[in-house]
């Protein structure tokens, strides 16, 4: 690798975001995201689960054939046909990626019937096997965070040795904290022999609230590929939101100094579109995209704002493609929020009559929970009819 500050961004909205139960997409849809997701500057999309379905296989080749910029990536499980299965959906691709897995933990060893040796053994033949099909492999350990370190550590090895370029450590249940996340990116480093010759990537769930530290944790320590989705979409309480690790890392540039490719003007535009075809909206609060991540709505905090925007705003909203007003009209709106949204609407007033749609104003917003411009110029039309 060239830029050793470069962080490249996996998306998997199409994958492990649409095994949300609830969040299947339509073919047409996937495409539409899989081609946004391209024109953003994702550099990998992982487009699905080839072996799964009819419909998945027919997405991701699909997709494939669409990108233009992007690697494109199908999923496969440690077994021949589900990687065979997994080419055959990707080799469309200007730059196809292999992602094959196997659950490496005590739990998850369980479930195959795999003792460690057996298990290895099995990651040495598929690792070698898709690596013979495509020269882009990536390896997963399943439930890495929970797995022995010197299991981790020999099954990494083998991976390398086979042929996997990027070797990928999901927090499967969202588990790790930030510390422990980026200790085990560099015991990683240290400890494998071959490590420094492949990318190392983050892939979190967010069962603790924690995914997006954990994944920027990793990147300090030295991972440069971060696996996410938009919106945080996933199964149970998400993945790490690509949004909000690629802001991260624009904002707090300073003191995490990693560029990613990603046009964040897009991000708004996506993400609102993966909530409609996901039918999962975006909570409110949400960082970065939620409907009131930008909006200020105190007294205090809007004339702030009114004044200099940095007081109470880190980011700008056109930064993420967002060009609307971050002033919301309520009950705890004060005089010069007001007086702002009126010159906004075309009306300037004096200041008795400011006064008199203040009142009204104030009012209205105690009984109604938003006040919106509609409702701001019915009072305007009202006062100026009673003076
Ligand atoms: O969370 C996980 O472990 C996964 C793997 C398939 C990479 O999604
Ligand atoms: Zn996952």
């Not at 909570?283 to 200099?308: R, W």
Request: aromatic fraction near 4%; charged fraction near 25%; include cysteine.
């Amino acid at each position: 690798m060239t830029d050793n500050n470069r962080v490249f961004i996996f998306d998997t909205t199409l994958r492990d975001g649409e095994q949300s139960p609830g969040a299947t997409m339509s073919h047409a849809e996937k495409l539409e995201i899989a081609a946004m997701l391209d024109e953003m500057g994702v550099d990998i999309i992982e487009a699905g689960f080839p072996i799964a379905s009819e419909g998945d296989f027919a997405a991701v080749s699909e997709i494939a054939r669409q990108s233009r910029n992007s690697v494109v990536c199908g999923l496969a499980r440690a077994q021949i046909p589900d990687i065979d299965r997994c080419w055959e959906a990707v080799k469309h691709a200007r730059r196809p990626r292999i992602h094959t897995f196997i659950g490496t933990s005590p739990l998850h060893r369980a479930i195959p019937n795999l003792d460690m040796d057996q298990m290895a053994e099995r990651i040495e033949q598929t690792v070698t096997h898709a690596r013979n099909l495509c020269d882009n492999v990536q390896w997963s350990p399943m439930d890495a965070t929970r797995t022995e370190h010197d299991y981790l550590c020999r099954v990494v090895e083998i991976a390398i040795k086979c042929g996997a370029t990027t070797i990928n450590i999901p927090d499967t249940v969202g588990y790790t904290a930030p510390r422990e996340s980026a200790d085990l990116i560099r015991m990683l480093l240290e400890r494998v022999p071959g490590a420094d010759n492949i990318i190392f990537a983050t892939h979190c769930h967010n069962d603790l609230g924690m995914a997006t530290a954990n994944s920027l944790a990793a990147v300090e320590a030295g991972a440069r590929q971060v696996e996410c989705t938009i919106n945080g979409l996933g199964e149970r309480a998400g993945n790490t939101a690509l949004e909000e690790v690629v802001m991260a890392l624009r904002v707090r540039h300073d003191i995490m100094p990693f560029d990613t490719g990603i046009d964040t003007t897009k991000i708004m535009g996506l993400s609102r579109r993966v909530a409609q075809v996901s039918g999962f909206p975006v909570q409110f609060n949400k960082a970065i995209v939620g409907k009131n991540a930008f909006l200020h709505e105190s007294g205090i905090h809007q004339d702030g704002v009114l004044k200099n925007v940095e007081t109470f705003e880190i980011m700008k909203p056109a930064d993420i493609g967002l060009n609307e007003t971050n002033i919301a009209m309520g009950k705890h709106s004060g005089r010069a929020a007001l007086r702002a949204k009126l010159a906004d609407l075309g009306y300037e007033v004096g200041d008795n009559q400011l006064k008199d749609i203040f009142v009204r104003f104030k009012a209205l917003a105690d009984r109604k929970k938003e006040v919106y411009d509609e409702d701001i110029v019915a009072l305007v039309q009202d006062a100026t009819a009673n003076t």
